[in-house]
């Protein structure tokens, strides 16, 4: 299979622990996204990069979150001191860009916060 | 917040039946795509949509980029039990207002029991 590849699928954590998750995206893709998920709405906007600059990020994106790519291959999305609020599924994405730019999901991290 | 508008918010289909579902903004598009949706998974891409007035088909399914870019379409045509899911469509407004894509709240689409 090669398309966006997420990890962990599953993530239970208790308040106040931090979290990391990793998201490799289509190997030729030199763009790549976050987005969080709550129950019963689509996904928002937190954060690109193009290759391992990252070029946006959402006023959604605390300081509590920190993303990464820094060989703009694979990126991580950290969550520091996580709050029962921060239960989601967060979800990564890549695309080629250009002008007709399409983005591929991968299955998503579920977080849950006790 | 959400800047599109899905309607409806959920239907019931039956199979063979044809059905649309559309997206609606204040604001003005340049891209649109529609995505679906299975439980505990990522979204779809389906069909994609970059001309104001464009009418894309992939098997069953039928989308169209509304003339006023403000708009888009989604049908289904004799659905089947496997079209049951969550339907998102995402707009992105151009490079000015960046990459990002918006998406719509969903349009869940259940089978009549």
């Known amino acids: 299979d090669t398309g966006v590849s997420q990890d962990p699928r599953h993530k239970i954590t208790k308040r106040g622990q931090n979290v990391t998750f990793r998201c490799d995206p289509i190997s030729e893709h030199n763009r790549l996204y976050w987005y969080r998920q709550t129950l019963g709405q689509g996904p928002e906007f937190l954060t690109y990069?193009?290759?391992?600059?990252?070029?946006?990020k959402s006023r959604l994106l605390s300081d509590r979150f920190s993303a990464e790519r820094p060989k703009g291959s694979f990126s991580t999305l950290e969550i520091q001191r996580t709050e029962q609020g921060d239960s989601a599924m967060y979800l990564c994405?890549?695309?080629?860009?250009?002008?007709?730019?399409?983005?591929?999901f991968g299955s998503g991290t579920q977080l849950s916060v006790l | 917040g959400q800047q599109l508008n899905q309607s409806p918010q959920s239907m019931f289909i039956q199979e063979g039946e044809d059905v649309s579902m559309n997206c609606t903004s204040s604001s003005i598009f340049n891209t649109w795509l529609w995505y679906k949706q299975d439980p505990g998974e990522g979204p779809v891409l389906l069909i994609a949509l970059y001309k104001a007035g464009e009418l894309t088909s992939n098997g069953r399914l039928t989308a169209q980029f509304g003339t006023t870019r403000k708009d888009s379409f989604l049908n289904i045509s004799a659905s089947i039990p496997s079209d049951v899911g969550i339907y998102f469509c995402a707009g992105r407004t151009g490079e000015a207002a960046g990459n990002k894509l918006t998406f719509g709240g969903g349009t869940r689409v259940l089978v009549k029991p």
């Open positions: 994405a890549s695309s080629l860009g250009g002008g007709q730019e399409k983005l591929f």
């Open positions: 990069f193009q290759n391992e600059a990252q070029l946006e």
